[in-house]
């Protein structure tokens, strides 16, 4: 399982504040921690970027190549921001993403094939709403693949993110199950490893006392490794989910144990 | 998941000394520790008792009743030991256990019909081995099921132990991943849905750092969780352990989700 940062996000004050000033400082200095704590990938999340998406997205991408080589996601609705990314990426990029709502698909979708990246396809349907139940969860990795083929683009690149939803919905604690069986079935149903990646910090999000927050991430990020998770999105600065994230990988990626990789 | 404490076994100096000198208060307060430390049974394993087997088990199983009502397992090699636990037992037992080996097929199980109690059966070949491989499992699970029937013991009795490996064993890791899917794979090989147990201390016995021991525990129960084990075997006195048990509840059993549960 690969651990990727959701620290960079316009969200944060930091990083909306940086941005507003164009001070690469306080960025840089927040993805060199990212990657000391463990980050082997990193996020931009800038928003959708109403204004200057481009000059935005390119000064988050050289403002993280200016400190690491690893691979960046694109985490924005906007086309023209994930476009002048791709092109401001001397590394790997994976777009972060799209799904069955059709502006999605005409517009960042044919993105993937003109720079030959990787993308993450949201299992959410056409209105970008989390599915009901298992069966539609199914059905729409199968028209994910579909207009990866319509659109040209090699099916390998794709990578689904089932969607955790937080365990205060309604429903919350059955669509994560539900999660799980997915990951564990997408292969069989696609007919090839199709990778996944899940955001971890939508479990907790909301109201919650920390502690229990901490234990809840520890607790399904295994059950999420077990069932062949090959990417965890999530704050890389919560150190015991961190140490969680070595521990399945020295459980489940290894073949040979030692005490000292884990 | 129900937890079960595996706290009270003779291999503890405090436990073998109070046995020795039929001293039931060190015993009685330990187990009224596991209780309020979260035990919901209590295994009670004196060894192979080669010395005065039944009056040991008497004393213990009576020194247990005499603080808790809770459900005893009877862990023990000797079947004159388990007999005698039966007799002795007020509330629920649970035989820990049999497996292929002839002797334990025909003075153990026996046992499970003369009292109509649950039975434990280990998942390991009749040298009591280990199995090398996922399909040797299989077979063997098979196997139980049939001695069961062979005994006269209905097969709802059963409760499989797939005997989790220790991680430092050679074949640790990958033993350890077809126990996963093992469990999650047995009710549709029985046909029914057939109730699991492990050994969670088994996983990190020999040698070993403490605090990484404890991050292998808390990472490989909810895996074990996932895939639907239902009775974790472990030393209650594990408070992290302990916790992340309850989480899996949380997330795995429970359909309407509270903090406050967690």
């Not at 204004?51 to 000064?59: C, D, G, I, L, V």
């Not at 092109?87 to 799209?98: L, P, Q």
């Not at 292969?187 to 955001?199: E, K």
Request: aromatic residues 4%; glycine residues 6%; proline residues 7%.
């Amino acid at each position: 399982m690969q651990l990727i940062a959701d620290n960079l996000q316009i969200t944060r004050p930091v990083v909306a504040d940086a941005v507003e000033r164009r001070d690469p400082l306080p960025i840089a200095d927040l993805v060199k921690r990212c990657v000391a704590a463990g980050a082997e990938a990193i996020d931009i999340n800038p928003g959708p970027l109403k204004r200057n998406p481009r000059e935005t997205m390119r000064f988050l991408v050289e403002t993280v190549q200016s400190v690491t080589d690893r691979p960046i996601l694109l985490d924005t609705t906007n086309p023209a921001a994930i476009e002048e990314g791709l092109a401001a990426c001397r590394g790997t990029a994976i777009i972060n993403g799209f799904s069955l709502e059709r502006e999605k698909c005409n517009h960042i979708l044919p993105l993937a094939k003109a720079f030959g990246v990787d993308i993450i396809g949201y299992l959410l349907d056409p209105d970008s709403h989390v599915p009901t139940d298992e069966t539609d969860c199914f059905a729409i990795a199968l028209e994910l693949l579909a207009e990866m083929e319509k659109a040209g683009v090699d099916r390998h690149r794709l990578i689904i993110d089932p969607v955790i939803a937080p365990l205060i919905w309604g429903n919350g604690i059955a669509h994560n199950r539900a999660v799980l069986a997915l990951i564990r079935t997408l292969p069989d149903l696609t007919g090839f490893p199709v990778r996944t990646i899940a955001g971890i910090s939508n479990l907790t999000s909301g109201p919650g006392p920390k502690e229990k927050k901490r234990l809840a991430e520890t607790t399904f990020l295994p059950m999420l490794a077990a069932a062949g998770l090959d990417m965890a999105l999530m704050n890389v600065f919560h150190e015991e989910t961190v140490r969680t994230v070595r521990a399945c990988n020295g459980l489940i990626r290894q073949e040979i144990f030692s005490w000292a990789g884990f």
